[in-house]
C-alpha cells in the first residue's frame, strides 16, 4: 500500500471529525434559525476545552473492529457487527442516541440483539418497520468501511451492507452503501459528480434513495450558483415533513449531495454549506468531511479546522483506555485493516507502526501532533504555567521515520522546566460538555516502560532531560533519570515507572531543563519523537483514592472506571456495583497480556460476584469468583457466560474475600485468599489480552476496597 494512500486514510478520518465538531452545535437546527443566529459560517461555532465523545465516531470506530475479531474475518458477516456492537456499547447509556425501543433505531436494533433475535433481522423492516428502519444510522456509522477499502468501492460496499443491516435496512442501508463506495471512491477519483455516479451504481435504480439524489443533482445542472435555492427545492420536495421518524435518511442526504455539488471541490466551502443548510448536521458534515477529506488529502484541510482538533479524539465505549486514543491512532488502525483487507504490505516506517507501536506518538502524518501539550514549571513562582508555545509537526529532523515533533516555548527563565506530555487520563473539568458520556482509564501504568527520543534544538547546550510521569490522585510528578543533551543530537529516554499504590498517572512526557546563561526572555526549542509505553502493569487501586467524576446533567462516573451495566458508586472507602440482573465495570489497559489481578471483593447479598481477567468488552471476558448457590468458580464469557469449572464454597456474606486470577499465555490460575482454587488452559480460542473488572450476576451486590495488577 502506497504511502499516499495512508495519508489519504487519516486525511478522510481527521475530515469526519472536523465534520462533526463543525456541525455538532447546530445539530437538529433547522436552516432558518441557523441563518438568522449566525448568517454564513465559516469556521468553528464553540471554542471546546476538549471535544466530548459522539455516535458519528463511536460506531465507525469499534463497529469495524469486527474485521479483526469476528469470527469471519474480512468475508465480514451482519452477525460479526452485531458482536462489536454488543461487545463495545455500554448497555443503554454512552456511545448513541438511547431514545428508547422503536424511537431510536440503533436502541431497538440492540435490544432486539440482546433478546435473541440475531442480525439481519435485528434492523429489518420485517421486524421494526420501515420507519425506524430508514432512519439516519444507516450512514452516519459506515465511513470507517470505506476507508478500509481504499480504490475498491465493491469490497467497501460489501463492507458496508453487512455492517449497515445490523441497525437498518432499506433506504437506511442504501446510504450506507452509497457513503462507503464513494469514500472507497475518492481514493483514486476527483470529480464529484463521477464520485456521486459510483455510489449511486451499487443501489437499486429505483428506490426513494436514488430518486432524492438523482433529483438534487438535476437541480445543479439547471442552477450550479445558488445553493440556497437548491435546499429550498429540497426542504419543499424532499424535507423531514414528508418522511416518519425522528431523522429520516432521505433529507439529510439531499443536504449531502448538495454540499458536494455546490462546494466546487473545496474541502471548507462543502462543509461550511452542510452545516449552513441544517437538520441533522454532525452526521451530515461529518460524511461529507470523509468524503472531502480523502479526495482532496491533507493539503485540502485548511489549518483553522485542523489546529483547535489537535488530533485528540474522545470516544465512550465500555473500553476506558480505548476512549481517549488519538486521530492517528485511529487512522493507523483503519490503514492497517485496510492493509490485511488487500492483501498487501504498508511500506516503512508505518509496518512497524502498525505492528508495534500503533499507539505511539510517532508523528508521520503530515501536520499531526498527536494531541501533545507544553507548559513550564516556573520554579520560582512554585507553579506550572502556559506561555507562548509552538507544538509543530516537523520534516526537519527525526529520530525514525521522516518527521517528529518540535516545541517551542518563551520566555524560559533559569531553573525553569519545560514540559512536552501526553494527557493520559481526562476529567470532566477537561470538556466543554458531556455529549455521549465518555468515560476513561488512563492510557499508561505504574510498572510499564517509557520511551521517547529526544533532540536539544541548535544552541541549548547542557539541556538536560528525564522521562515523568505526573499521579493525579496525589497530583505529584515521578522522575526518571537526568540525560544530558548534545545540541541537534537524538537520544533516546527509556524508564521503567515504579510500582505505585493507589495512584493514577494522567500524564507522561519528557521534562527539560535548559541550563546555559538565560536573560530571562530566551526561546527554548526542542525536538522529540516515538514517545509510547509498553510492558504489563504493576500497581494497585485503593477505592478510598478514588473519585465519583461528576460530569454536566445525570453523568456520574467512578474515576478509571468504565461500566457496561449496574449501578457503580464509591461508600466507606469501596467501590459497590450490584444490578436487578447483571453489571460490569472495568478498568485498564485494553492490550494487557499477562498478570495477575487480585481484588479484595465483599459479597453483601445472595447472586454471584466476579473479579475479571483479560476483558475484551462486554462479550469477552475471564472472570472468577463466588457463584450463587455457595460455589465459586471460573468463568469465561464468550457472549454468554460458561461455567469452565466450579465447586462448592461456603462464602459468606460481608466476609472479604481475596480473589485472584493469573492469566498467562493459553493458561489461568485462580486462587482465593491465596490459595490455589483452579487451573485450566485453552490451546484454541484463548482470549490473548485485555483489561481487569469486576462483576456481578444473579441480581448480586458487591464492594471491592482495593485491586492490584502485578506481572506473571
Sequence with gaps: MKEEVIEKIYAGWLGKIIGIRLGAPVESWTYDKIRNTYGSIDGYLVDYREFAADDDSNGPLFFLRALEEGGNRYEIKAADV????????????GFFW???????????????????????????????????????????????WGLAAPGNPDLAVKFAKEAASVTHDGNGVYGGMFVAACI????????????????????????????AVRAVTDFWEKEKKDWRACFAYIHANFGYDKYPGVCHIIPNSAVMILALLYGN???????????????????????????????????????????????????????????SMDIPYWASYIAGLACKAAGEEPPEPWRDIFRRKMDSCHFEYPGSTHALRMKVFDRDAGRYEEREAVLRNTEETAYTGKRSLKCVSKPVHRG????????????????????????FSPLVYPGQTLHCAVMAGKGETGTRARLYVHGGNRDVCYYGNWMTLEPETWEVLSWEIPEMEGELLDEAGVCFTPVDELDGTDTFSCCIDDLYWEGNPSYSIDFSKER??????????????????????????????????????????????DYEVTGLLTPYTEGTHLIQARVQGGMRSYAFGLLAGKKAGLLKNHGEYEVLFGRD????????????????????????????????????????????????????????????????
Design 82 to 93: 452485531a458482536e462489536a456492537l454488543r461487545n463495545y456499547a455500554p448497555f443503554e447509556h
Design 416 to 439: 525553569d522546566e519545560v514540559l512536552v506530555y501526553k494527557k493520559t487520563y481526562y476529567r470532566p473539568g477537561d470538556f466543554h460538555d458531556s455529549r455521549y458520556d465518555p468515560a
Design 548 to 593: 465519583e467524576e461528576v460530569w454536566p446533567g445525570l453523568h456520574r462516573e467512578i474515576s478509571q472506571f468504565t461500566r457496561l451495566k449496574g449501578m457503580l458508586s464509591l461508600r466507606e472507602g469501596r467501590l459497590h456495583l450490584s444490578c436487578s440482573d447483571s453489571g460490569e465495570a472495568y478498568t485498564g489497559g485494553w492490550n494487557w497480556t
Design 184 to 211: 472507497s471512491f475518492a481514493f483514486v477519483e476527483t470529480d464529484i459528480l463521477t464520485i456521486i455516479e459510483k455510489g449511486l451504481s451499487y443501489l437499486p435504480p429505483r428506490c426513494e434513495y436514488v430518486r
Design 265 to 323: 471541490g473545496d474541502f471548507s466551502r462543502t462543509l461550511q454549506i452542510c452545516t449552513m443548510c441544517g437538520w441533522d448536521t454532525d452526521c451530515n458534515v461529518g460524511n461529507v468531511g470523509t468524503i472531502m477529506g480523502v479526495r482532496g488529502g491533507l493539503a485540502a484541510i485548511d489549518g483553522k479546522w485542523r489546529e483547535p482538533v489537535h488530533d485528540f479524539l474522545a470516544c465512550s465505549s465500555v473500553i476506558g483506555s480505548l476512549n
Design 98 to 144: 438511547w431514545g428508547g425501543y422503536g424511537t431510536s433505531t440503533e436502541h431497538t436494533a440492540y435490544l432486539n440483539l440482546c433478546h435473541g433475535i440475531p442480525a439481519p433481522r435485528s434492523g429489518s423492516i420485517e421486524q421494526n418497520g420501515a420507519a425506524a428502519a430508514e432512519q439516519i444510522g444507516g450512514q452516519i456509522f459506515i465511513d470507517t
Design 649 to 712: 464454597f461456603p462464602w459468606e456474606l460481608g466476609k472479604e474475600y481475596r480473589l485472584s486470577i493469573r492469566v498467562e499465555g493459553g493458561s489461568v490460575r485462580v486462587a482465593v485468599d491465596g490459595t490455589l482454587f483452579g487451573e485450566y488452559r485453552e490451546d484454541e480460542g484463548a482470549y490473548e489480552y485485555g483489561c481487569v473488572g469486576v462483576a456481578v450476576r444473579d441480581g448480586g451486590h458487591c464492594g471491592v476496597r482495593k485491586i492490584t495488577v502485578a506481572p506473571v
